[in-house]
């Protein structure tokens, strides 16, 4: 159940060293609702003018200017924001990803969410404001130079790079803000869809000289690419449904020919991947015992994951992750806490927890003052009631 609150937070206490971070992941903007010449299925993010209008809202107002000046926010894209695995070249989706092929798929996103890129340029235009971007599974293509560099260039106001405005980081997959707060996109949880940051390109070799670097994509990456993109056309609704492996059980009852052509998918492109030689991948058998582990567990939601890394490291108190689209809002007796941003696109949750289809532009509000942290899974409804707890 979610229940109203204030709209938004006071600041009659507001001290020197108040700042907020805001949030949000998962949002997936792809190459717009038009793309090549028809309507694009392929795009899962509909809501260009919330959007703007959540950008807006934490940069003005209350958010704009403060008792001492303007307030200081951070807009921190957790993973996953753009996603560079469901935007097709000419109805196909190329597993050997090339910097110029992924410069083509950012510009279609860019071209087909121009209220949101303006909006985000309005963001970084505004005193004490800045844009953060870390990396997740469906925009690993930003371990490209030119591509974080063409971003950067988007948002920052005055079109710089580098920019002071806007940072996208591509050396590490957290990052630690004040009050005991580290935020991960949460994808290095799952093996099927850990990136490599210490080799996150490949440099292919033609006729014994380097040829263009591609991608170093997971195998998690792949199943999207080459199964759920595929089979979209038949079932539309196949990406979005979680877990997939409950799906996969009813389905053999309900729709079996369609599961047997889905689970015989699955299992060439799996078997080919991790146990055929490919010049584009590094082996992936050392990581095959715990994708199989992993692909056993049918309920998998990171919980237990984020606990046992709040167990392990002592000064994190907050961990914000995304990647799952399951938003959660955890307080465990000891006081630690994790959320979940969940996500800005539809949901089928077959997950007893979550039953159900879901539309929820969730998001993590979180307020640092004298190095405290209080950080707070919220909801965005628009202007009139701008953000509300929420609650299960």
Not at 265 to 271: A, H, Q, R, V
Not at 369 to 377: I, S, T, V, Y
């Amino acid at each position: 159940m979610i229940q109203s609150s204030s709209s938004a937070v006071s600041f009659s206490h507001q001290g020197k060293s108040d700042q907020f971070v805001i949030v949000i992941s998962d949002c997936h903007l792809s190459a717009g609702r038009f793309f090549e010449g028809r309507q694009n299925i392929h795009e899962d993010f509909h809501f260009d003018d919330e959007m703007s209008d959540f950008f807006d809202h934490f940069s003005t107002g209350i958010y704009g200017e403060g008792p001492n000046g303007p307030v200081e926010v951070e807009l921190f894209i957790n993973g996953d924001f753009l996603d560079f695995l469901n935007v097709p070249t000419e109805g196909e989706f190329e597993d050997a990803i090339t910097e110029s092929l992924s410069l083509n798929k950012l510009e279609a996103m860019i071209a087909g969410h121009p209220k949101v890129m303006a909006a985000l340029r309005r963001f970084a235009s505004r005193p004490n404001k800045k844009i953060t971007y870390l990396i997740g599974n469906h925009d690993a293509d930003l371990f490209f130079p030119q591509i974080r560099e063409r971003i950067t260039r988007e948002w920052d106001p005055e079109g710089l790079y580098p920019s002071n405005k806007v940072n996208l980081i591509a050396d590490r997959d957290r990052v630690q803000r004040g009050g005991g707060v580290e935020i991960h996109h949460g994808n290095q949880f799952e093996a099927i869809h850990v990136l490599d940051f210490n080799q996150p390109l490949i440099q292919l070799m033609s006729r014994g000289s380097p040829s263009e670097s591609v991608l170093n994509i997971p195998w998690g990456s792949l199943y999207v690419l080459k199964i759920l993109n595929r089979l979209k056309w038949e079932r539309e609704f196949i990406d979005k449904v979680r877990p997939i492996k409950v799906f996969m059980i009813f389905g053999f009852i309900l729709d079996p020919i369609f599961i047997l052509r889905f689970a015989a998918l699955s299992i060439f492109y799996f078997l080919k991947t991790f146990l055929l030689y490919d010049p584009r991948r590094p082996s992936s058998l050392k990581r095959l015992p715990k994708v199989l582990s992993q692909e056993f567990d049918f309920l998998l939601d990171l919980e237990r994951q984020a606990r046992k890394h709040l167990d392990q490291e002592s000064e994190v108190r907050t961990l914000i992750l995304g990647h799952t689209h399951k938003p959660m809002n955890k307080i465990y007796p000891d006081g630690k806490q994790y959320i979940n941003t969940g996500t800005w696109t539809k949901m089928i949750n077959l997950d007893w927890r979550n039953i159900g289809r879901q539309f929820c532009l969730t998001f993590a509000h979180v307020r640092i003052r004298d190095g405290e942290a209080q950080c707070e899974l919220r909801e965005w409804v628009g202007e009139q009631t701008p953000h509300r707890r929420f609650q299960f």
